[in-house]
């Protein structure tokens, strides 16, 4: 009997891949969203056109039925991580949420630990747009101090691929290309990244097995920015102006580190986890945007 999956956002990124994974697995897709982007899927998934943040419309929807995982991608504040977890207990056997490494202050090898969601307190919750790492540590720290339902919280880092609706990378090569200056503060920072295949990959493994809790995935080893400028100039075939102090308070950069920000993911390894070198896959994906 196929599986009942829910998948909350989806309809893009690496969303996309996992939707295109479920499916090819002979799973049941239920994708709800806003409705306001083509996810290309046609009659393969069903769908539940539905705003999150309308608590009551939205478990109206999903309260009909155990769902075998739900897929969160786009839990980013405590309310919507409270309103979740009212409308999930008793109905989802297992919660995968899309949580981030901002999570942990900037430094390096950081392991699951260096941020425990279940001693976390906090006075005032915060928006995305206010304090991003924050609402994510509040959403974790929600999910879990409850006993209603598992909970896995996959803490990706910056997620690249050819079809990256942020354009982070994009700002990079353009800049180069383009003979811009770029602000760096430090090119000697290491950094974590993942592809966007791999990053399906790990949330399609995670419904697949018996694990709950806080879990870093990235690829194996960091980059570090100097490498990552160093593989742009190659393939666009300019050096790079680079400045390492801000010039203005309209600067920006969108891996502008100060020091490390990377993490361990040994314990994903463990579980089954293969994620592809940067080195195998960055050229393309520079390549993409040339």
């Given at each position: 009997?196929?599986?009942?999956?829910?998948?909350?956002?989806g309809?893009?990124?690496f969303?996309k891949?996992?939707?295109?994974?479920?499916?090819?697995?002979?799973?049941?897709?239920?994708?709800?969203?806003?409705?306001?982007?083509?996810?290309?899927?046609?009659?393969?998934?069903e769908?539940?056109?539905?705003?999150r943040d309308?608590?009551e419309?939205?478990?109206?929807?999903?309260?009909?039925?155990?769902?075998?995982v739900?897929?969160?991608?786009?839990?980013?504040?405590?309310h919507?991580?409270?309103?979740?977890?009212?409308?999930?207990?008793?109905?989802?056997?297992k919660?995968?949420?899309t949580?981030t490494?901002?999570?942990?202050?900037?430094?390096?090898?950081?392991?699951?630990?260096?941020?425990?969601?279940?001693?976390?307190?906090?006075?005032k919750?915060?928006?995305r747009?206010?304090?991003?790492?924050?609402?994510?540590?509040?959403?974790?720290?929600?999910?879990f101090?409850?006993?209603?339902?598992?909970?896995?919280a996959?803490?990706?880092?910056?997620?690249?691929?050819?079809?990256?609706?942020?354009?982070?990378?994009?700002?990079?090569?353009?800049?180069?290309?383009?003979?811009e200056?770029v602000y760096?503060?430090?090119?000697e920072?290491?950094?974590?990244?993942?592809h966007?295949?791999?990053?399906?990959?790990?949330?399609?493994?995670?419904?697949?097995?018996?694990?709950?809790g806080?879990?870093?995935?990235?690829?194996?080893?960091?980059?570090?920015?100097?490498?990552?400028?160093?593989f742009?100039?190659?393939?666009?075939?300019?050096?790079?102006?680079?400045?390492?102090?801000?010039?203005g308070?309209?600067?920006?950069?969108?891996?502008?580190?100060?020091k490390?920000?990377?993490?361990n993911i040994d314990?994903?390894?463990?579980?089954?986890?293969k994620?592809?070198?940067?080195?195998?896959w960055i050229?393309?994906?520079?390549k993409n945007?040339?």
């Amino acid at each position: 009997m196929a599986r009942q999956i829910l998948v909350i956002g989806g309809n893009r990124f690496f969303g996309k891949r996992l939707i295109e994974k479920l499916i090819a697995n002979g799973d049941h897709v239920t994708i709800l969203n806003r409705g306001q982007l083509d996810d290309g899927f046609g009659d393969k998934v069903e769908r539940i056109i539905c705003d999150r943040d309308d608590i009551e419309k939205f478990k109206s929807h999903v309260q009909h039925k155990t769902w075998d995982v739900v897929y969160d991608q786009v839990c980013f504040d405590a309310h919507q991580a409270k309103a979740a977890i009212e409308i999930f207990s008793g109905h989802a056997k297992k919660f995968i949420f899309t949580s981030t490494v901002s999570v942990y202050s900037q430094r390096g090898n950081l392991h699951e630990d260096d941020f425990n969601p279940n001693t976390y307190r906090y006075d005032k919750i915060l928006t995305r747009e206010e304090n991003y790492g924050e609402a994510k540590r509040q959403c974790e720290a929600v999910f879990f101090n409850q006993n209603t339902m598992p909970v896995v919280a996959v803490r990706f880092p910056i997620v690249m691929g050819p079809d990256d609706y942020t354009e982070r990378l994009k700002f990079y090569v353009d800049k180069i290309k383009n003979g811009e200056p770029v602000y760096f503060p430090n090119l000697e920072a290491q950094m974590s990244f993942i592809h966007a295949a791999d990053a399906a990959e790990g949330l399609f493994l995670l419904g697949h097995i018996n694990f709950t809790g806080p879990l870093n995935m990235a690829s194996r080893m960091p980059l570090r920015l100097r490498e990552l400028v160093n593989f742009i100039e190659q393939n666009v075939g300019k050096k790079a102006l680079i400045y390492s102090e801000a010039k203005g308070a309209d600067d920006k950069s969108p891996y502008g580190l100060e020091k490390d920000w990377f993490v361990n993911i040994d314990r994903a390894l463990s579980l089954g986890f293969k994620p592809a070198p940067i080195s195998e896959w960055i050229v393309a994906v520079i390549k993409n945007y040339l």
